[in-house]
């Protein structure tokens, strides 16, 4: 448990709390470059500020706040100029700098010093990012899934009535599966009257998630070079299949998790974006990616979508993870009160995860950079860093034609696509058509193997 200082402490994120403050160290993605296809102007809120996002006609990004200097009207109803956006009133025009640098009917229309509020941003794998703290802005960090190369990708954006370290939280909790993804899952479909249906395949989701819940010894969790690492150590002798330690997804300071390994036939990260105190944006990057020798089919661009979490009449969806996932955050209330929780063993990476957070905040209080906040270019930075774990930092293509392991996750072509947010994704046709490519590349590798001893 925590007291409720520190819970406010690690919670809050307006301007000028504690980790409002650590948060406005990172660039923090918040849009996807294809909503901007859709309509060119876009009211977004970060970090408790209401802003609005546009791209000009030169292509030019940029994310200002959301009143026109002049009379006060929602730049979201902005006409976008050859440089920069105008508002619909009388035409004053901003730049991505926040300058007002026209005022069309006014005698001394370019002579104004005054300026709106104005925020550096960037587009990186079809995401847009946002600096919102002081400058020098660091770099803006290549995390590997966003410039993974032959891969499909798209991108899920939900809006969750629950403050971000709810969700963030979950990345610390390796044993959630087991119920949340297993006996919720089972639960859920025997209501529906589909289990026989959907989950009589013994690789369905939810009975290895299940499974995962039997002969556990202890979970653990440790700091990592950009996050911390956490699995769950089983033992034969209380019921497992085998003595074996299940390092489970990667996680990335402050607001990412990574589920699937980089380069793997699905993987993503999961970001948890606060947009106040009481509401997060989660994204999930999702990541397809194609071993060398198998062609990724053609995608124009990095489409987005937004899962459903209700049906048309407002009862929630719980048939597929990330709903799952969803729906136990939003129960905890929308800012969880920490001072009346009751923590246990499978806690661990939690207690962990908090330190981490306080630690970093501290750190900002001193004037210093947090943990991933990079001063230098890179031009590929692996999340899970230095790992002692096999493929997890880098699959050694040479070696690994056979390392999919996550069964599950590369059999779309044959329905697994249906049990997570991906089967509303508007690239799943592509994801079918890839993942069949990469079982037709397995079964010929396989026989290439077999041969010689043949
Ligand atoms: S209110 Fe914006 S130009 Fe007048
Ligand atoms: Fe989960």
């Not at 609005?52 to 200097?69: A, N, Q």
């Not at 899970?384 to 930092?393: F, H, K, L, N, R």
Request: aromatic share 10%; with cysteine.
């Amino acid at each position: 448990m925590l007291t409720v200082e520190m819970n406010e402490r690690l919670t809050r994120v307006g301007p000028g709390t504690p980790c409002g403050e650590l948060m406005r160290r990172y660039w923090i993605p918040f849009a996807a470059a294809s909503q901007l296809d859709d309509n060119p102007v876009r009211k977004v809120r970060i970090l408790g500020e209401d802003l609005v996002l546009y791209r000009d006609k030169s292509g030019t990004l940029g994310l200002i706040g959301e009143r026109c200097l002049h009379r006060l009207v929602d730049m979201k109803y902005g006409i976008p100029d050859q440089n920069g956006l105008r508002c619909p009133y009388h035409g004053w025009l901003y730049g991505e700098d926040g300058v007002c640098r026209d005022r069309p009917m006014e005698s001394n229309r370019g002579n104004f010093t005054q300026k709106t509020k104005a925020y550096p941003v960037h587009e990186l794998g079809g995401m847009i990012f946002a600096y919102m703290g002081p400058l020098p802005a660091p770099a803006l960090p290549k995390w590997d899934l966003f410039v993974w190369p032959d891969a499909i990708k798209q991108i899920a954006f939900n809006v969750l009535d629950c403050n971000w370290l709810q969700c963030q939280e979950n990345t610390g909790d390796p044993a959630h599966s087991v119920w949340t993804h297993g006996e919720l899952f089972k639960y859920v479909l025997e209501r529906q009257g589909n289990y026989a249906d959907r989950a009589s395949d013994i690789d369905h989701t939810l009975h290895k998630r299940t499974s995962w819940g039997i002969g556990i010894k202890d979970v653990y969790a440790r700091q990592s070079q950009y996050g911390f690492e956490k699995g769950i150590i089983y033992s034969k002798a209380l019921g497992a299949n085998e003595d074996r330690d299940d390092k489970h997804s990667t996680v990335i300071f402050p607001f990412y998790t990574q589920t699937g390994k980089t380069g793997s036939p699905r993987s993503e990260y999961q970001i948890r974006v606060p947009i106040d105190d009481t509401h997060t944006l989660h994204i999930c990057y999702q990541v397809y990616a194609a071993p060398p020798g198998v062609e990724v089919p053609k995608q124009d661009n990095v489409p987005w979508y937004e899962p459903p979490t209700v049906d048309e009449n407002g009862v929630p969806i719980l048939d597929y993870v990330l709903a799952q996932d969803a729906i136990v955050w939003v129960a905890q209330g929308d800012i969880t009160d920490r001072s009346k929780e009751s923590l246990g063993r499978t806690d661990v990476p939690i207690v962990l995860l908090r330190r981490q957070l306080d630690e970093q905040i501290s750190r900002v209080e001193r004037g210093e950079d947090p943990m991933n906040c990079f001063r230098e270019e890179m031009d590929i930075i692996f999340g899970a860093g230095e790992s002692p774990y096999d493929g997890w930092a880098a699959p050694d293509w040479a070696t690994r034609s056979r390392f999919f392991s996550q069964n599950f996750r590369k059999m779309y072509h044959k329905g697994f696509g249906n049990d997570d947010a991906d089967r509303y994704g508007p690239a799943l046709d592509l994801v079918k058509e890839l993942h069949r490519r990469v079982e037709e590349f397995e079964i010929e590798a396989n026989s290439r193997v077999k041969t010689p001893a043949e």
